[in-house]
């Protein structure tokens, strides 16, 4: 790891009065440097936004998921015991290529898809629409996961139960420290199957209900993302999110259009599932670049933005993916930092980053299955007070 030319300091090893104050576990080393700072190891080149390059992407990911349905039409004519395997890989694969376009319609969202706003929001609107997502209502959520990226209170993604949320004994009163533990607790089988109901029923519950949403809201009702008079969002934003749900509605009427004309199953064996799974490749990559027992959560005291951007994991999943993905996993902490910078220059400036934040860039080759198990078994709660605080299990 190259040195950084930035400054870090342990503030437990400060004298100031409020320094002693503050609770950090395991001897954690708090960056110090501003956005500036980062920025200037950059080439400035590489913040510039290309329209004619981006579109050239979304016809890219359009004309895959176009050959790869056309291909698909042909599954029906394969011996049956063929049709078996032709079936999931076409929507394991049609599921990779499709996220990419939602990671497309991510990057209109943060208006790095061009220089316009307009056009940002119009080929947003579209390509998220496509893919039931509520473009501008996920857009101002997200841009607040985006400024408190690590916060322990006001993150929007992710946020870690507390002990006392995990229903846990009081620290001074457990035992073992991090328990009780049921005896199922560990068990495989057990750690595999919640994570499958996080990946799978993670996006739309997101959706809904705004689960794992920051902490002061999660006992209030009718936090959907569809609602326009929502906590969630300003009176100001009440067409934006009207513009979304229509977005959605003109999707679902296609689609049951389509159904009416062909039948329910076509719809759903050539969108619908693999639509399901785009929804567990965006709880997966999102889950693994801010879980991780290494990275710790910040609390107010101490968070600022630079900082929870630094909370960020680089994790290439290999096999292409990364490519027809647009290294939406393997280049997010130079997004996280700076999220209007297209992804075409985000892998660029990625080897940049690195080097500027030295021992606080983060990244981990894990196999991303083990990556998912680990941060599913380990990553189960944080204390209630601190403000450097490691997930325990």
């Known amino acids: 790891m190259p040195e950084s030319t930035l400054k870090h300091r342990s503030l437990q090893d400060d004298n100031t009065t409020a320094d002693q104050d503050l609770i950090i576990e395991q001897d954690w080393q708090l960056p110090e440097f501003s956005i500036k700072e980062i920025r200037d190891h950059i080439p400035k080149e590489l913040f510039n ?28 004519y394969l011996p049956t015991k063929f049709q078996w395997v032709a079936w999931p890989l076409y929507w394991f694969l049609q599921s990779i290529v499709a996220t990419g376009i939602w990671v497309l319609g991510h990057e209109c969202g943060h208006q790095a ?9 119009v080929v947003g609107w579209i390509l ?3 893919l039931l997502v509520p473009f ?4 101002l959520s997200h841009s607040m996961h985006h400024k408190k990226t690590g916060h322990i209170e006001e993150d929007e993604v992710f946020l870690p139960k507390t002990r006392s949320m995990a229903k846990l004994p009081k620290r001074e009163n457990d035992p073992e420290g991090d328990g009780p533990h049921s005896i199922f607790e560990d068990a495989p089988l057990y750690v595999i199957f919640h994570l499958c109901i996080k990946l799978y029923f993670g996006w739309p519950f997101y959706l809904i209900f705004n689960s794992t949403g920051p902490l002061a809201k999660r006992k209030e009702k009718n936090l959907s993302h569809f609602n326009p008079k929502t906590s969630i969002y300003e009176a100001r934003h009440f067409w ?24 329910t199953w076509e719809v759903i064996r050539y969108y619908a599932l693999p639509y399901s799974f785009v929804n567990c490749w965006l709880v997966l990559i999102t889950y693994l670049q ?13 968070w600022n933005f630079q900082r929870g951007a630094a909370l960020t994991i680089d994790r290439p999943y290999g096999f292409g993916i990364d490519y027809f993905q647009h290294h939406i996993a393997d280049s997010h902490v130079a997004h996280h930092f700076f999220s209007t910078m297209p992804h075409y220059n985000a892998v660029k400036a990625t080897r940049y980053i690195k080097k500027a934040l030295g021992s606080h860039y983060h990244h981990d080759d894990t196999f991303i299955p083990v990556a998912a198990f680990r ?15 490691f997930f325990k299990h």
Not at 58 to 63: C, E, L, N, T
Not at 65 to 70: E, K, P, Q, T
Not at 136 to 139: D, P
Not at 375 to 389: F, T
């Open 49 to 76: 936004r290309d329209l004619l390059q981006s579109s050239y992407w979304v016809m890219h990911d359009i004309a895959i998921v176009g050959a790869l349905f056309y291909a698909s039409t042909y599954i029906d």
């Open 128 to 130: 998220h629409s496509f």
């Open 113 to 121: 898809f061009s220089d316009y706003r307009v056009v940002n929001n």
């Open 240 to 263: 934006d999110i009207i513009i979304s749900d229509l977005g959605l509605v003109l999707m679902l009427g296609l689609l049951v259009y389509t159904a009416k004309m062909t039948s």
């Open 136 to 139: 501008h209502s996920w857009r």
């Open 290 to 302: 801010h879980t991780d027992p290494a990275l710790p959560h910040y609390s107010a005291k101490v």
């Open 375 to 389: 941060a599913q078994s380990l990553c189960r709660y944080i204390e209630d007070e601190g403000d450097v605080l």
